[in-house]
């Protein structure tokens, strides 16, 4: 037992914990509380970063209303809610893709409604997208470079827009929401704050294990075109942040030294249904 894990322990009082995943970021044990029964301990490691750091406090602040609830806090830890039930990424490989697409919509807007005033020092988008605006062009793949100037482009004009302020829960994706009885709810937010849309961006490039479904000029134009009737966004504003954020997660596949080759098939994707009006 690891003294981070021994210290969670003792300070609230679990029982029976068992191992369940393990990340670049924390680990994850599903433990016992005499309140509230199964739990999920999450452990962060040494040199997490912030947006681990934060997504606790997000992830409390929500407040169990689109996602998981939080029954308590640590520097290095976060007990919450046990989930058991599929994720959304397990309905769209199913091949409900189209139900998938309006769970999530419905959990972003639980995400997204009013309340109290957020945790302090959210990470904003501009900072968010360092990466994208910082990587030498010469590191990309020679014919995706075109495709990264534009993409960039379109990126810093969404950066410079005058958008609302809205916290983000920063990574919503088809794994990050499960189901628990009839809810379905998100878990590890990032914490940050900006355009709403963001939040619908990363859905484009997901689920994963599903290329076949996801590099697909129809469901990109599918998932659009639903997104944008469920959330009244405009269709070319919520591609043009789906546009930024898989050139993002490129850059940051760049400076790990990743492949890009789904991002690149993905921005041509993006890019020619968003010049497409």
Do not use: C
């Amino acid at each position: 037992m690891t003294p981070a894990l021994a210290d969670a322990i003792a300070r609230w009082a679990l029982t029976s914990p068992a191992f369940v995943t393990e990340t670049a970021t924390s680990v994850i044990y599903r433990v016992g509380h005499a309140a509230h029964g199964p739990a999920a301990l999450k452990l962060l490691k040494p040199g997490a970063g912030d947006d681990e750091a934060k997504g606790g406090a997000m992830l409390a602040w929500f407040g169990g209303h689109g996602a998981a609830r939080v029954f308590d806090l640590a520097p290095d830890a976060v007990l919450m809610e046990w989930l058991d039930g599929e994720t959304m990424g397990d309905v769209a490989r199913a091949g409900r893709d189209d139900r998938a697409t309006l769970i999530l919509a419905d959990v972003v807007e639980r995400l997204h409604a009013r309340r109290d005033a957020p945790p302090p020092e959210l990470t904003p988008l501009r900072r968010r997208f360092a990466s994208l605006f910082r990587t030498d062009p010469q590191r990309w793949p020679d014919d995706a470079r075109p495709l990264v100037a534009r993409a960039t482009a379109i990126a810093a004009d969404l950066l410079d827009a005058d958008a609302p302020a809205t916290p983000l829960h920063g990574d919503i994706h088809h794994d990050n929401i499960l189901r628990s009885g009839d809810r379905w709810l998100a878990i590890d937010p990032k914490g940050l704050i900006g355009d709403p849309a963001y939040d619908y961006a990363n859905s484009f490039q997901n689920p994963e294990r599903a290329e076949a479904l996801v590099l697909d000029a129809a469901r990109v134009a599918r998932h659009a075109t639903a997104l944008s009737e469920r959330t009244a966004l405009p269709r070319r504003h919520l591609l043009a942040w789906a546009v930024a954020h898989t050139a993002l997660s490129g850059a940051w596949n760049i400076e790990d030294g990743a492949p890009f080759t789904h991002q690149a098939t993905m921005l041509a994707l993006l890019l020619a249904e968003y010049e497409a009006g």
